[in-house]
């Protein structure tokens, strides 16, 4: 292998997972409805065709290059192998049960996310084959994270531009069904907060780690406040536990003593909570006020002082009441769970194929509580069957495994460099907590394309470092 191919492929594999960045939230459907004179028709045409192509040509150039190399497999042990093995086995067997699925055909439609989940796998698998020290590796976290702060600020502005103190004062309900994000379908504020929180952690991580001057040092703290106000803000339950958590984690676990513990998560936790719920009743009070203006105090005439009290009291409570909110009631991860598992077939070996939680869940549930059955084992289950199930539990266990190994014994957050790894050590924690309540990397998304790229530093580094069975089985 030349080396110019090999500088070829710095520029290139990052280039390429771009590509399947750009891919999410587009369909075959943006192919069918093609309209040239439309810009963005378009780019979202091109969003899904290149990396469905990518998907196809990428394994075969890694045939090329293994026959070329002329590799020899061994059957020694290593991470990397489990990792590539457990999720190729993983998707593979949604193929088989999308085949063997009656109530669907066996077409794109219906399996284009296993095709650009592969693609992102050989993506990765390609950067072993040509850079076996991994550098390339980890520039597609430096990519993942710089296209997710873009997009972020993106979805920000629209966020801000729908949302409207006169209803509610948390950012929740803020984004319509019809609101649309480049022609595409907006995204959920769920995902909206998961993306600010990963950003969040990411400068908590920077503060703590990468030697700066007090100035840049300021405008960080700040930039974080911001977004750990706006995520409480947003009320998603789920992005604000995951933030919590992770964040807590890293905070307990850099070397410091615990009056600094306590101080840290005081600065960083509760104080854009404390801030926000202050200026929460300073927005409740002006709103009210608005609501009492002359035209609806006007149309409020016939009440008596009494009666305005309670009109007042209703509305500040409709207006102060969140999420966590024990009246709000459940989001119906329970019924979704026990529901689809009822219905699901236990005779089917493999499941019915890619988003079989849209098949088996009622249509009366997803009225109510949509058609995810949010919980990325069960889906696993849903979609590949018993034997599916098991390869995702391997690669999970995988990535606990890889957690235990570089947080107890290695204790990375202990080192001073290893920035990359302790970032994908913390978005592990997070996306291992996402994933009970979340189809998360069970499927092709946003979650995906920073697991499968944060493990893969991870195994990289105990690879390199020869820790694996050393680790296993001497773990204490």
């Known amino acids: 292998m030349t080396k110019s191919f090999i500088k070829l492929a710095n520029i290139g594999i990052p280039i390429l997972y771009i590509f399947y960045w750009a891919s999410i939230s587009t369909s075959p459907h943006d192919l069918e409805n093609l309209k040239f004179k439309n810009f963005y028709s378009l780019v979202n045409a091109l969003r899904i065709s290149l990396p469905l192509l990518f998907s196809v040509l990428i394994p075969l150039l890694i045939v090329h290059i293994i026959y070329i190399k002329k590799f020899k497999f ?3 042990i290593s991470l990397t192998k489990i990792f590539f093995i457990s999720l190729i086995s993983y998707f593979s067997l949604q193929y088989v049960g999308l085949y063997f699925n009656k109530l669907i055909n066996f077409e794109l439609h219906y399996f284009f996310l296993i095709n650009l989940a ?5 993506t990765l698998l390609l950067t072993t084959l040509l850079n076996p ?3 390339i590796c980890k520039r597609l976290m430096i990519v993942s994270v710089f296209i997710l702060s873009i997009v972020s600020i993106f979805l920000l502005i629209k966020l801000f531009q729908n949302y409207s103190i006169s209803n509610h004062i948390y950012l929740y309900n803020s984004v319509s069904l019809d609101d649309k994000f480049f022609e595409q379908t907006f995204p959920r504020v769920t995902g909206i907060a998961r993306s600010l929180s990963l950003l969040a952690v990411l400068l908590l991580l920077s503060i703590f780690f990468i030697k700066k001057n007090k100035t840049i040092l300021s405008i960080e703290y700040l930039i974080f406040f911001s977004l750990a106000f706006i995520i409480w803000g947003i009320q998603s339950r789920g992005a604000i536990l995951c933030f919590l958590f992770s964040s807590i984690f890293l905070i307990f676990f850099i070397k410091s003593n615990i009056q600094v513990k306590l101080f840290r998560v005081l600065v960083f936790i509760i104080l854009p909570i404390f801030v926000f719920e202050i200026y929460k009743y300073h927005l409740i009070d002006k709103t009210i006020k608005i609501n009492f203006s002359e035209t ?3 149309e409020k005439k016939e009440l008596n002082v009494e009666d305005k009290k309670e009109y ?3 509305l500040k409570t409709k207006l102060a009441n969140n999420r966590f909110n024990y009246e709000q009631g459940s989001s119906g991860r329970v019924k979704l ?17 890619p988003q079989a939680d849209r098949l088996l869940i009622s249509e009366d549930l997803s009225v109510q509580y949509g058609n995810n059955v949010s919980n990325g ?4 289950f849903l979609c590949s069957g018993y034997f599916g199930l098991l390869s995702f539990l391997i690669f999970n266990l995988l990535i606990y495994f890889s957690l235990l190994v570089v947080v107890f014994k290695i204790k990375i957050f202990d080192k001073n460099k290893l920035f990359k790894e302790k970032l994908s050590t913390i978005y592990l924690i997070f996306f291992s907590l996402r ?12 979650d995906f394309l920073i697991t499968i790229i944060s493990l893969y530093i991870l195994i990289n580094y105990l690879d390199k470092k020869k820790l694996i069975l050393k680790n296993l089985l001497n773990f204490s």
């Open 74 to 76: 061994t059957y020694n």
């Open 118 to 122: 592969f693609g992102s796998l050989t």
């Open 133 to 135: 020290k991994n550098l």
């Open 296 to 298: 609806i105090i006007e």
């Open 312 to 314: 007042k009291q209703e």
């Open 337 to 353: 769970w026990k529901k689809s598992l009822e219905k699901y077939d236990k005779k089917k070996l493999f499941g019915y194929g």
């Open 377 to 380: 084992f069960i889906y696993a």
């Open 435 to 446: 994933i009970c309540f979340e189809n998360s990397y069970s499927v092709f998304s946003i």
